[in-house]
């Protein structure tokens, strides 16, 4: 037998997540997001479940590429833009779409223009709205617009910005506020359709948006972008990957006994101790600390002391039913039906959910469910 952990993805979950995005914006076209293979799930298992969406998008060509021998027809979206001149081959090819955020991306779009004349393009121009990593300044907005207007191989020109703050606050105020205003600001009679909204946007804000392109990433993935403001079942969405593992010897311990590592968890009374065939190098974080959520048979507990590269230790002291084989959820869904939302794991290790389902290493076997 191999190890008995293994990662579940559930189609169900992922299909009733794009619903609720589509629910949301109800006037606007939603991109699902699969960078990071798909947030760690795996863009071949999750493209069945997004049937619905409107597009994609992505980072790396790669990934756009194997969309397209997926039979995939819709729009795609290369959210960095090209890293080089090559890269419009590709894109030309296949007929991707892509961010432009910096004067050498228009240089190459220029020289493509000389090497493949024919090739038309559709681009998202970013605008530095005030996160300060891509995209171009308002101040230059309007002028790197006009030359791409001059383009014959650019079709079509959608303005595009990022939120920084769209789960919660930004300086006291409101979390898009500012940098919607400039944005709005900045593209006024400049006529062309928008991408603003990321999930947390979609889910907090798109009444007070025009964004004809929502790009939907964690919702979908069924982590809340503003955990714990608000918790997956207040946005009514249901866990898409569920970590799972059982428990493989019980140890009864007294007070005063040390549990792992370091010794750093010390028992105040007699405990039932289970361990489980789940350490950091599944993708579990070593930082988290004693007391992080876990299901065992469907019952909540957590973990005590130190997780290990390969196992980690929960208290049994009030689950006398658990046994050697006993399944264990480290996030997601229970075969029991109860739900560990990730996010609640996340904060055990003061991460959030996009970094736990994007680090299930590659010896954890993952299973699809439908
Ligand atoms: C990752 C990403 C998104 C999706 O963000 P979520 O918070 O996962 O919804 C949207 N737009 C851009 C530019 C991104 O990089």
Known sequence: MPRPIQAVVHLDALQHNLNIAKASAPNAEVYAVLKANAYGHGIERVYAAFQSADGFAFLDIEEGKRLRALGCKKPLLLLEGIFALADLFACAKHDMSFAIHSRHQVQWLKQFAEIVPDAQFDVFLKMNSGMNRLGFQPHEYAEIWQELHQLNNVRSITHMTHFSDADGERFGLDGIEYQNLIFSQTIQGLEAETS?????????????????????????YGSSPDYPSHSIQDWNLQPSMSLRSEIIAIQDIQAGQSVGYGSNFVAEQAMRIGVVACGYADGYQRISQTGTPVLVDGVRTQTIGRVSMDMLTVDLTELSQTNIGSEVVLWGRSTHGTVLPIDEVAAGSGTVGYELMCGITARVPIQVET
Request: proline letters at 0%; hydrophobic letters at 45%.
């Open 196 to 220: 603003l909204s990321n999930s947390a946007a979609i889910l907090r804000h798109h009444q007070s948006l025009h964004s004809d392109i929502v790009r939907s990433g964690i919702m979908l």
